[in-house]
């Protein structure tokens, strides 16, 4: 069985650079003529707060199983700090015989800094969600430990968002996609040897594949051509991740190769432009930061297709990365809690449905919650011109489900 290490470092990057790997995003994607010293901030630094209050987090280390959990003693538990300002550990400690955590600490700096907990087994760090209360303590403050494996387990992906922006004045087009994937099983996927633990395709002559903003790092992407394979672990649950390419703006037919998904979206900054293929629909426009985009939208992609996407003639403009890039930034802000809480509830759900009392009962759930999907859907459908934010709400709402069915499903069918 492969081994993943990282370094304290590299633990730390991986926890902070969902709020910042957009700024390398944009400096990488501008001309080197138009290209600044160094990227701007996302966040603009905010003025000092003055400390609050004592705060505390009390929590375990478990690793979570059909009946019951197990908990780890002697773990090394430790509270970071992530904010513009500033990013490092806080403090750190030993959890105590029963798996169990503590620490009282003192929000300082940046009031937009983030403090969560973190804990590593065979070199691979879990983290809780960020603490936003004064006290956090149970499921939120648990901190799940799980075994790892090389071997070819699903990863499903749960949603797919493709950006194209207009035509650059250098001659080139953005494309930012945006992945949610999931690994529904009860152990950490890693990368056997040279190997990925997902891959997906850019369209035939992409350039300049660029790591994006999301819960995968840039040192977790590895662009191979036009291949881009994941090599970081994957844990139980949701992560989210991006990545952005270049495409010459007088291509104006882009084939988008797709796999299975639960959610695929096409965005397209170009009012004349079109998305076909994988059942897409048009749907109301999304508009954010006064530029509109077209909007098509399909559920349910069942097996591998292609997404022809037509582009009007390109004529030289002013570069708009940012806005094709702000739609996305607005859905990873929501997602990246909800991540967190999909890999307990898909664990603790299957547990509890592992203890059903009969198949009827088992049967019974998965319907319950098939119906569910279908209200769920069905309301979004009859929303009168959702926003950005309401489709993140969305599309977090339906992979909560979609989590608890694939748990159900499996006590079913006594897959552990």
Known sequence: MTTVRHSRADLHRAAAFFLFALQ????????????????????APAATAQPDGPREVRGRIVQPGRDSARVYPGVRVTLHRVGPDRAAPVDSVLSDAAGRYAFTYRRTGDTTALYFVSA??????????????????????????????????????????VVVAAADSDGTRTIVEVFEISNDSSVTRIAAGEGATFETTAPHGATNITAGSGEISAQGLTPVGERVRVVAPLAPGVKQFSFSYLLPASATDVVIPVVATDVLEVLLEDPEARASGAALKAVENARTSGRTFRRFLAQDVKSPTLVAISLPSA????????????????GAVLLIGFARAFTRRTESGGAAAGRAASS?????????????????DDDFARAPGPTVEQRGEHLAARAHVKARLAAAVAARDGIG
């Open 360 to 376: 009827d009962e088992a049967e019974a759930a998965v319907a319950a919650i098939e119906r569910e999907l279908v209200q769920l």
């Open 120 to 161: 590593s087994r065979g070199g691979i760090a879990y983290f809780t969600a960020p603490l936003h209360d004064a006290r956090v303590s149970g499921e939120a403050a648990e901190i799940m430990l799980f075994d790892t494996t090389s071997a070819a387990i699903p990863i499903h992906v749960r949603g797919r968002h």
């Open 24 to 43: 390398a995003t944009v400096a990488a994607a501008q001309s080197p003529h138009s290209r600044p010293s160094g990227p701007a901030p996302l966040l």
């Open 315 to 330: 004529s030289a403009g002013p570069r708009r990365l940012r806005i094709a890039i702000a739609i996305i930034a607005v």
